[in-house]
């Protein structure tokens, strides 16, 4: 199964250092590329949902951030997303 935290557990001599569409974690070290971003303003929150590809592939990183600066993260493989998509749907269905 893909880790997408098992990139940080390398040593600082793999890093090859940030450049343009690459953020980096607060250690200063490379975690992922990114491939496309969303942003949804939704009432008293933002959410950020990123495409993302590290060396041991691609996942979705889906942030949220509450007007009092609370941030919370999930990341799941893209393998993954075809369980989501059903269970939202669903869930809408009962709103």
Known sequence: MFDPMSDL???PASDTGASAGVRAPQQGRQ???D???IT???RQRTFYV???QSSNGKFFK???KSRGG???T???DVEDLDQFIPAFQEMKSHV
């Open 74 to 76: 999930i990341m799941f």
């Open 31 to 33: 975690f992922a590329d």
């Open 50 to 52: 990123d495409l993302k």
């Open 9 to 11: 557990q390398g040593s």
């Open 35 to 37: 491939l496309h971003s």
């Open 40 to 42: 949804i303003h939704a």
């Open 62 to 64: 889906i942030s949220e």
């Open 70 to 72: 609370q941030k919370t």
